[in-house]
């Protein structure tokens, strides 16, 4: 019943540019929460949306799995770091099924398709003048594999304890020029509004820019202290620095397909009979603030130098605590997305997160606030609607729908436009609002026809038809519009409306698409209310 994301097989390429969609990749060596969670499904929410609109889309989360903290835990475990990669890669891969992503792929930096990828872009990097080696002098964190300045001691003389172990360092390395780019992307970041999301994001970068001189970038790690990361082509005494490797994947990706606006620059990335996809450039990298520079400052010097386009909009939303504190396995003070989906369901997981915090501001999960959300809004709102609309139907009219009526239409209809607009200006929060607006308006419709009433008595006959199919296609269109947000309660609706195509597709969102005499098929609660304690 449930619809499977469209696969590459059912990307109907053809060289029409894709809507390119990415998450951030995540640090394999972490443990899946709450905030990676979000990202992915913010992320998805708009995939969805964006097809069920009719584009082509494409999108792609993955894994960052280089470094030396990589290398420390694999060795720790008396494992090859591939291996312990590849092992901790099938648990992320199957947190992304638990919560229904509808990722195209799943890059992850150690396949062989992204590292060659890579090679050749930091050759034509090179080749540019791009680089040059001097030797550093200073202090090394270990813990945030960074390099550190008397500038990042605080005010005692100490470093953060958030960077660990500090030591000092004399290294020779690989540096990317880039204080020569500071004006044009200044000037680029304010003639482009749109560029970064929300605007108070933008305003921080650019803030950053005017009051700082952009610092050279170190792109390498010595591999005598570092072998888990990729060589650089030019000197494979060294591996390239770890976010220099995860930024282009969002490029390696696209080569790897095939897409010609990549293969312009780098014509050896062509793979053996890849299909072409045409792909870049991104028009969406969703990030949390916290790599808020090196995607608005490092990545668009990078591509610009590689001669590619910069991505149209980078969305940065903020940060998850639990309990007004930060989450961290120390503490355990984590909220595991698995462990809530088992007991309440992924749909409920998904709504609560996109409900409750709007792309940009921090959020805090608390379980009392989750709980009352579903009991409110889920359980006694649309599944109320719906239960309740469906068994009138059954009860009253053997489950067969009667004569269309529209009195409902005007305000669906409204609620229809009035959503996808804010889906299309990636405003999640104010869609979901605005749909509720709609249940609460059918609920209240329920109430105020009272249609329990009316099948007692032989004369109201005609109004409980009226009643019932406004209802029942309210119900309807309810189900289009959750698609993107909850995928299983939106198919599991439509099938128990007696549907059988999934409801993908926004068009359907239009009134009085659903016929008389039509039969609906079984009704089953859709959230069923839990009305124990959270543990
Ligand atoms: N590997 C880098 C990203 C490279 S992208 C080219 C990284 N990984 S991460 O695992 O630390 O974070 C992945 C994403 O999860 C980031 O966008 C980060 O902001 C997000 N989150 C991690 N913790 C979070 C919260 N507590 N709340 C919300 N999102 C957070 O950074």
Redesign the pocket.
């Known amino acids: 019943m449930i619809a499977k994301p469209p696969g590459l097989s059912q990307i109907d390429a053809r060289m029409s540019k894709c809507f390119y969609i990415t ?5 394999v060596n ?1 443990q899946p ?4 969670a ?2 992915k499904i913010v992320t998805d929410v708009i995939a969805r949306a964006r097809r069920s609109r009719g584009e082509t889309v494409f999108f792609l989360t993955g894994l ?1 799995e280089h470094g030396q903290k990589v290398q420390q835990a694999a060795l720790a475990e008396g494992q090859s770091p591939q291996a312990y990669c590849d092992a901790l890669a099938k648990d992320w891969q199957a947190v992304a099924a638990t919560l229904n992503l509808s990722h195209n792929e799943f890059i992850c930096t150690t396949q062989p398709r992204h590292q060659q990828v890579v090679q050749a872009l930091l050759s034509r990097l090179h080749r540019g003048g791009n680089f040059y080696k001097a030797e550093y002098r200073g202090f090394y964190s270990l813990k945030e594999e960074t390099f550190l300045t008397d500038k990042d001691r605080r005010a005692d003389g100490t470093f953060d304890p958030a960077y660990g172990e500090v030591v000092a360092l004399t290294e020779e390395n690989y540096y990317f020029k880039l204080r020569e780019h500071q004006s044009w992307l200044i000037d680029y970041l304010e003639s482009n509004p749109r560029f970064i999301y929300p605007d108070y994001r933008r305003n921080e970068v650019l803030g950053f820019l005017k009051n700082n001189v952009l610092e050279d970038l170190c792109i390498s790690r010595p591999s005598a202290r570092l072998t888990w990361g990729i060589p650089l082509p030019f000197d494979p005494s060294y591996v390239t620095y770890v ?1 220099l490797d ?2 282009l ?2 490029v390696s990706l696209p080569a790897a397909h095939g897409d010609p606006a990549v293969l312009e620059v780098l014509p050896a990335a062509r793979g053996p009979g890849s299909e072409a996809l045409a792909l870049w450039p991104a028009d969406a990298h969703v ?5 808020l520079k ?2 608005a400052v490092y990545w668009p010097i990078l591509l610009k130098q590689l001669g590619l386009a910069l991505p149209q909009q980078i969305l940065v ?5 639990k309990d007004r504190m930060k ?1 961290s396995k120390t503490t355990g003070n984590v909220v595991d997305p698995v462990a809530v989906i088992e007991e309440w369901g992924q749909d409920a997981f998904r709504y609560y997160v996109v409900r409750e915090l709007d792309i940009g501001p921090d959020g805090t999960w608390t379980d009392a606030g989750f709980q009352a959300r579903y009991h409110a809004e889920l359980a006694n709102g649309l599944g109320n609607l719906v239960n309740r609309s469906l068994a009138m139907l059954k009860r009253y009219r053997q489950g067969i729908v009667t004569a269309r009526s529209d009195e409902l239409a005007p305000f669906v209809t409204q609620t229809v436009s009035q959503a996808l607009k804010q889906l299309g200006e990636n405003r999640l929060q104010a869609a979901l609002q605005t749909i509720w607006g709609l249940v609460n308006r059918a609920n209240q419709y329920v109430d105020q026809t009272a249609p329990f009433k009316l099948a007692k008595e032989p004369a109201h006959a005609r109004r409980l038809d009226e009643v019932l199919y406004n209802l029942a296609e309210t119900c309807r269109v309810l189900a289009v519009l959750l698609w993107p947000f909850l995928p299983t309660t939106a198919a599991n609706l439509y099938a128990q409306l007696g549907l059988s195509e999934a409801p993908d597709k926004f068009a359907e969102a239009a009134w009085g698409r659903l016929p008389a005499g039509h039969t609906l098929g079984a009704v089953a609660p859709l959230f069923p209310r839990k009305d124990r304690a959270l543990k």
């Open positions: 998450t951030a990749i995540d640090y972490g929460h709450l905030g990676h979000y990202e960052d976010w995860a930024l994947n969002y990030i949390g603030k916290d790599i090196f995607h939303h903020g940060w998850w605590q989450m």
